[in-house]
């Protein structure tokens, strides 16, 4: 499990210097970015921590489908600014045309490795 924890930790920083230099994923690096910073809870920096924190909050899978029946399942109220994160996870997924946004983040780092 360590491997795949290492290949999803991109931070707000590393977002942000990634955006500078490859403009071509500018939408994409932006919504990863806006995921991350409309979380609410402290300390969620990274897309691990994003990760992490969320199944911790009972997300099973990172599936699309499974994002979104668990994105319906939290009050709006309490909870506006987890929903606002998953929509931008959910844009993510469809602008990487991935269902799965571990795969999506996995296949952005990679085309930005070759970028």
């Known amino acids: 499990m360590q491997p795949n924890q290492e290949s999803l930790e991109l931070t707000l920083s590393d977002i942000e210097n990634l955006s500078t230099k490859n403009q071509e994923f500018a939408q994409e690096l932006q919504l990863l970015y806006d995921a991350i910073n409309d979380y609410p809870k402290l300390g969620i920096d990274s897309i691990s921590n994003l990760k992490q924190d969320l199944e911790n909050e009972g997300l099973k899978s990172f599936g699309v489908e499974e994002i979104i029946k ?3 399942s939290l009050s ?3 909870n506006a600014w987890i929903i606002e994160s ?3 996870v959910i844009a993510f997924c469809s602008k990487v045309e991935e269902n799965d946004f571990v795969n999506a983040v996995r296949i952005l780092k990679q085309e930005l490795r070759v970028a």
């Open 86 to 88: 998953l929509e931008s």
């Open 70 to 72: 668990f994105q319906k």
């Open 76 to 78: 709006a109220t309490e």
